[in-house]
């Protein structure tokens, strides 16, 4: 792969007119790359993969195929925001891959966090491979590499993702396109407003690739999916509505895997509690508790108590990372 350098001397994007400078060159760049050649890109509906395909669909249109695969562990709308964004709105070629039957047929009964990481990204490649296939005469994969990743992967920090894990009969076949390599991630936002993204989408918290999955904790169920999926969308909501959206660094629910005695309407019932979790970090190797209304907290485990299916109770975790994760598993 080639060696890419951040220009040393590169102004910080932090304006429309700068994003809009990026953009050009971007532009002009794609359409020097790719001719009259066609691109392929897994757009996760995640802001760096939505930045790629708004720039791609601008530079070549429909010589550009997304495939977005949901596999059941996406958030509330999120599939639905895919769809509106880019097929209705963008008008670009998108293959909607429902795998969610697929997915978690593959994930029932497995409880072990690490495991189930390694099933939902084996099989994310697989489907992805699979549409690969189909696809003939595509000379390019774009990819939503930024510039973290590239730091990460030289330290050996982490494996930097380009084509990682693609079969090689894949992997080969490709050139790979990556627009906002040498972008921090508060730039791709930038750039993303510019080409007129949703809020929704350019704003949004950072989110697990593993998803929903390791938020629903042990072996997961189709009907905890569900309660982590309700008590998220009310949190997220509720979150909106008190100005907090975009201000606190990730807050999301999980569904632990035990019951506990309940009451509602004067009878018993014995359900899943739903944990609160909201941090702060600026890296994310530790992160702070978020102090949060205690008034909007008693709104919120209402609405969850309320609303969400197989829900009798709401806990709030209050521990930094360390000596917690962020994420339960
Ligand atoms: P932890 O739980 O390790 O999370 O404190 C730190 C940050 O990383 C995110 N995270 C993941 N992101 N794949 C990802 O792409 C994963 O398997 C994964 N696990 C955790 C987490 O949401 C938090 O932002």
Redesign the pocket.
């Known amino acids: 792969m080639e060696n890419i350098r951040r220009p040393e001397n590169m102004q910080r994007i932090n304006t429309p007119e700068l994003a809009q400078a990026f953009i050009d060159e971007q532009l002009a760049a794609l359409r020097e790359q790719i001719g009259e050649q066609k691109v392929l890109l897994a757009l996760s509906g995640g802001v760096d993969s939505s930045v790629v395909a708004a720039l791609l669909i601008q530079a070549v249109g429909k010589q550009l195929t997304c495939v977005h695969v949901n596999h059941g562990l996406l958030r509330k709308g999120e599939p639905e925001q895919v769809i509106e964004v880019f097929r209705n709105q963008m008008k670009a070629n998108l293959i909607y891959v429902d795998a969610v039957d697929r997915f978690l047929n593959k994930l029932a009964g497995v409880a072990e966090p690490e495991k189930k ?1 390694h099933i939902i990204g084996e099989e994310f490649i697989d489907v992805f491979a699979e549409e690969a296939r189909k696809l003939e005469d595509v000379k390019f994969l774009a990819q939503g590499t930024i510039w973290p990743d590239i730091l990460e992967s030289d330290a050996g920090i982490k494996a930097h993702h380009n084509a990682g894990g693609l079969p090689d009969d894949i992997a080969d076949r490709f050139e790979l396109v990556e627009p906002v390599r040498v972008l921090f991630k508060d730039e791709v936002r930038v750039v993303g407003k510019q080409l007129g993204l949703p809020d929704s989408m350019v704003y949004r918290q ?5 998803g929903l999955g ?1 938020r629903c904790v042990g072996a997961i169920t189709r009907d905890r999916l569900e309660a982590v999926r309700e008590s998220d969308a009310i949190l997220r909501e509720e979150f909106a509505k008190n100005g907090l959206a975009g201000k606190i660094w ?1 807050y999301f629910t999980i569904v632990p895997d035990f019951k506990s005695t309940g009451m509602t309407d004067g009878r018993r019932t014995y359900e899943w509690p739903v944990v609160v979790r909201a941090v702060n970090t600026v890296d ?1 190797v530790t ?1 702070d508790v978020a102090e949060l209304d205690f008034n909007m907290m008693a709104h919120i485990v209402d609405r969850i108590t309320h609303e969400v299916k197989g829900v009798n109770r709401v806990l709030w975790d209050l521990t930094p ?1 360390p000596t917690g ?3 339960w598993e």
């Open positions: 990481r950072p989110f697990p690739g593993p390791v990730q994310a992160a990372k994760t962020i994420e």
